[in-house]
């Protein structure tokens, strides 16, 4: 998915003649991105309508970037807080980490999240999935091919173009050459068919899904698995989404998957398991199994980037995942996501109850909704609502060509600011 976001001049602060290019010739890749990250876009939008209506300021909900809203419960809090403390002690102070993370969390990761399935060493503990996911691609480098569900979250295409991965963007198709799009539509179930497209070395697949909110079944990923390990691909499985599932026998990671070990990574976060998008601490993990072609084990890769270009996650944050992982921390986590499920039914219900065919929304929190086509593309859809509502969503074309059609809804939003959304919508809609 080539997230396509319209190009934006940007504004130079100061008269762009008084400006002087040095002589460092500008990296080509960057030329390659068509307009900037998506969800700044959407703040931009934001602010220019309010802006141009400034008596709408306090009516603005948003329902667009899939940020935390709730506060962060007590006992989870209190392991932040006692990470904090203990560093202004002289027998709890610490500095430099381990890069890869404390042991102690990472054990805990792999006992309580993945009751035993991978151990300690095979988990990197980070700032976040999003951070990873740039980092396997300085691993993986610039000459390896990308696949990628379309729509998807913007974040594999993005720094797949950014390490020079891929070639220029087709004004016709809005896909980056060299890299496979894997169309994921209602027909398909959201899933991608990877058998009938071109092999590629790199395989992004997120379940739950952002953004459509499909969560793959066990089939569908025995069937990936067997997939990547007879073509020889590598599969990133990001499992950001993973607690919200609650149906049964739907696997929440990738390494529940027999086989999985030889050929998969996971990324994963704590953002919206406790509401840290802005604590921000989350990990990968890769197998001890899984080799690159000469032999070489990929986990000594990516330690190798690890050690040397990041210090490891905050001490304060890390004592803050151990709280995490506590009985209490998981049963307050539960209790956060059974809110945000609440309001992804809310949502989905008013959604359906206007006509709309709506995706998600049942094991994830996004609500994917197919617009008619009387409301033009995504983006005009967008701006519409936003007009007439005041409420912000995120348009599907904004995750790549495949999403165009679609309007996506975040359920990370306080429950009366989703009852008024949902309000508007219906009188704006019907
Ligand atoms: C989203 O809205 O898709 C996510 O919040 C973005 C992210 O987690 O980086």
Excluded: H
């Excluded at 005009?380 to 074309?397: H, M, S």
Aim: aromatic share 10%.
């Amino acid at each position: 998915a080539s997230a396509f976001v319209p190009q934006q001049p940007l504004t130079p602060r100061s008269p762009a003649t008084s400006l002087a290019a040095v002589g460092v010739e500008r990296n080509p890749n960057f030329a390659k991105l068509i307009g900037g990250y998506l969800f700044p876009e959407i703040g931009r939008r934001r602010t220019q309508y309010l802006e141009e209506n400034p008596e709408m300021k306090d009516r603005v909900i948003s329902l667009g970037i899939g940020d935390t809203t709730q506060p962060i419960p007590e006992y989870i809090l209190s392991g932040l807080v006692g990470g904090a403390s203990k560093l202004g002690t002289k027998e709890g102070y610490s500095g430099y980490g381990n890069e890869a993370g404390m042991l102690d969390l990472r054990e805990k990761i792999a006992d309580k999240l993945y009751k035993g399935i991978i151990a300690a060493e095979e988990v990197f503990v980070s700032d976040g999935a999003k951070c990873d996911i740039m980092r396997l691609q300085q691993m993986f480098g610039a000459k390896v091919i990308s696949a990628v569900q379309d729509p998807s979250y913007p974040v594999y295409v993005d720094t797949s173009v950014m390490m020079g991965q891929t070639g220029e963007i087709d004004s016709e198709t809005n896909q980056y050459k060299n890299i496979v799009y894997m169309p994921c539509t209602s027909e398909n179930g959201f899933f991608p068919d990877y058998a009938s497209m071109p092999r590629a070395d790199i395989v992004y697949l997120c379940s739950p899904n952002n953004p459509t909110g499909a969560a793959a079944t066990k089939e569908q990923l025995v069937e990936m698995v067997k997939l990547c390990k007879e073509r020889g691909s590598i599969l990133v499985f990001d499992a950001a989404y993973a607690p919200f599932i609650r149906s049964k026998d739907v696997p929440k990671s990738i390494f529940e998957i027999e086989g999985a070990r030889d050929v998969a990574i996971e990324v994963n976060s704590f953002s919206k398991y406790a509401g840290f998008t802005g604590v921000r601490l989350g990990w990968t993990v890769i197998p001890n199994n899984l080799k690159f072609a000469d032999g070489t084990p990929v986990r000594n890769d990516f330690n190798r980037v690890m050690s040397t270009a990041f210090n490891g996650a905050s001490n304060i944050v890390q004592a803050g995942g151990l709280a995490c992982l506590d009985d209490d921390g998981l049963k307050e986590i539960d209790t956060l996501i059974d809110y945000y499920l609440g309001n992804a039914k809310i949502l989905r219900e008013t959604m359906e109850s206007i006509g709309y065919d709506v995706y998600g929304g049942i094991d994830a929190p996004y609500v994917f909704v197919k617009l008619p086509e009387s409301m033009g593309g995504s983006w005009d859809a967008f701006q519409t609502i936003l007009e007439k509502t005041q409420v912000v969503t995120i348009p599907g074309a904004g995750f790549g060509p495949g999403g165009e059609g679609y309007l996506r809804l975040s359920a990370f939003a306080p429950r009366d600011s989703v009852i008024e959304a949902c309000e508007r919508l219906k009188k704006a809609l019907v």
